[in-house]
């Protein structure tokens, strides 16, 4: 997960835009001819569409774009963390 790559996707598409990227990337994860780094790939795209969506979320309940990038940032990392 990157967060420019985050910030990119949150400012540049719409959270309808975001969701059907990712249901096009999950279709193309279960094509048979799809190899390991290419699955990763899509992995970690559909992750940062995901932390996209999740950002647009977070700005719709009135958080500044800052605060719902860091704050989410800070969810991920406790996550690992734990």
């Known amino acids: 997960m990157k967060l420019p ?7 540049n598409c719409s ?3 975001i969701e ?5 990337l999950e279709s193309i994860s279960e094509a048979s001819s799809i190899k390991e780094d ?3 790939v899509i992995g970690e795209l559909i992750s940062n569409c995901c932390g ?5 979320e977070m700005v719709a309940a009135g958080e500044t774009e800052k605060d719902a990038l860091n704050g989410f940032m800070k969810k991920v990392m406790g996550s690992i963390d734990q």
């Open 15 to 17: 959270a309808e835009q």
């Open 38 to 40: 290419e699955l990763d």
């Open 20 to 24: 059907n990227a990712i249901a096009v």
């Open 52 to 56: 996209a969506l999740e950002v647009h």
């Open 5 to 11: 790559v985050i910030r990119q996707i949150q400012r």
